[in-house]
């Protein structure tokens, strides 16, 4: 036999073209015929077995189990999701970023927030609300260098995304943690223009020991197209801070919404759970509600 089977990580996706990282080598392949009969698309970020050929190219021949899987960005096995947040223009909605976490969280993807242009609004309260529901929560300044050391330690290892709206700093950050990684700042790439971003790829970037997805994406973050709606008990669990209290309902099936003896809500009565936590949790709640009823209610 000539070919040697061996196993990496997808780094890129290009015109039909998978680069896979391998342990000694980056290796460029084609998918081999039968992932067109299967459901299943390679991803950048998927853990694969490559078929190694004697002039160093390669065939893809299985996906290895996943973590999970996004669509926007289209990427696989994401370790943790970086929530940028600001307290300063644009200020962040709380009720998107808790959107953002409870998304995350359902994909077993953890999430860490930070706050960013703390140098010019130290938003004190947003980062209480976060570590109080025990969401690792970092105050950030791309222009000060504020949190950067510890936000790149995070970031060690691991494979991450980063997301938040727009002007919130992402690339500012990007650059703060590796200046090599040569995303255009909001500035920059108004002078060269949006077309230039055109023909945009998902691509797994190393920068500070781990690898980073150069597409911030999520920024439209609703339900993803095909999935399964929302369910009341996944949602719940999504919101970390409650899970103490599941299951102490006096109701079995309880929603936590307004019902007699919701541990959730005597909780929250209590202090321990943040108000507009729970009301971002009663917005999922409706939203998914609508998309598709749980039956009795
Ligand atoms: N004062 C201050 N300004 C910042 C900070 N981070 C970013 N900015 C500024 O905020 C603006 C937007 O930053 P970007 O890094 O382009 O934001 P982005 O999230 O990448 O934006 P999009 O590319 O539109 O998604 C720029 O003018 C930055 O200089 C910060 O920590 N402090
Ligand atoms: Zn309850």
Redesign the pocket.
């Known amino acids: 036999m000539s070919q040697t089977r061996v196993e990496g990580t997808i780094r890129k996706a290009l015109s039909g073209f998978y680069y896979v990282q391998t342990e000694q080598t980056l290796v460029t392949c084609r998918a081999r015929g039968k992932f067109r009969y299967q459901k299943v698309t390679p991803l950048v970020g998927d853990r694969v077995a490559i078929a190694l050929q004697p002039d160093g190219s390669g065939s893809l021949v299985e996906i290895l189990p996943r973590r999970n899987a996004f669509q926007r960005p289209a990427v696989a096995n994401l370790d943790q999701l970086v929530i940028i947040a600001s307290g300063a223009v644009p200020v962040s909605d709380p009720f998107l970023l808790d959107r953002i976490i409870s998304l995350a969280e359902r994909k077993g993807c953890e999430p860490i927030l930070c706050i960013n242009k703390w140098d010019l609004v130290p938003a004190q309260q947003l980062l209480e609300t976060y570590r109080a529901a025990g969401i690792p929560a970092l105050p950030v300044s791309a222009v000060t260098g504020l949190g950067i050391d510890q936000l790149r330690g995070l970031l060690a290892g691991k494979i991450s995304a980063f997301t938040g709206n727009s002007g919130v700093g992402k690339s500012s950050l990007l650059n703060a943690l590796d200046p090599a990684f040569g995303l255009a700042t909001g500035e920059i790439s108004e002078k060269l223009g949006r077309g230039r971003h055109t023909t945009r790829h998902v691509e797994l970037f190393p920068l500070a020991g781990g690898l980073i997805a150069d597409t911030p994406g999520f920024s439209a973050f609703d339900q993803e197209k095909g999935e399964d709606p929302v369910e009341q008990e996944a949602l719940a669990r999504s919101f970390r801070e409650f899970r103490p209290y599941l299951g102490q309902?006096r109701f079995v099936g309880?929603?936590?919404v307004k019902?007699q003896g919701?541990?959730?809500?005597a909780a929250r009565d209590a202090g321990k759970i943040v108000p507009s936590r729970h009301e971002s949790y009663v917005r999922l709640y409706e939203l998914a509600r609508e998309n598709k009823p749980w039956g009795k209610n």
């Open positions: 309902c309880c929603a936590h019902e919701c541990a959730v809500l």
